[in-house]
């Protein structure tokens, strides 16, 4: 029994004027190491872009500023990077066996237990994100703000030992992400045989388990 992975995706686009773009976005995601029951999930997204420099207020700001555009998205996505048959329990084989009169035999024995309710780890993420552009963009401005809440971790749990196996993969947990990133971008120099372009990004980032 090979891993499988099925996916089915729609999306819409939608623009108004140069002005108002939207985004919606939906995908299910099947993965069969996955329990029975579990392995499908369902990860919606949208976003929304609105370009301001292209408002009529705007007009008068053309000359020295090239863009103005807000952006807000949010979405779920899925992770299934775990390994093949850990939702099952699994036999192995006594490989020395017993001698039983003329015969040798071998036994089977569990040695992971199974766990019928594991399914997709999940994190919702939310982003706004101011952009400007100067001079032609000469000069470019990005300031993001986001936040990512995953839970139903995939994680290998630690079993009680009177169990008789150590340990399992499992949904537990949950962690949080916040930030802030500004990004400043200069091009210096544009010429066919020399180029000068200068970068600087300054972050802020917390983790925590909740």
Known sequence: WMHQRYSVLARGNYSYGGRYHFTLTGRADAASNFARGHQWAFFPAAAFKWTISNEKFMKGTKSWLSDMSLRISGGRSGNDSIGRYVSQMLLTTNSSGWLFGD??????YPNRINNPDLTWEKTDSFNVGLDLSFLKDKITVSLEGYMAYTKDLLYNMQNA???GFGSRVANIGSTENKGVELTVTSRNISRRNFQWTTNLTVAHNSSKVT
């Open 103 to 108: 015969s040798f035999e071998v036994s089977y």
């Open 161 to 163: 030992t009177i169990t």
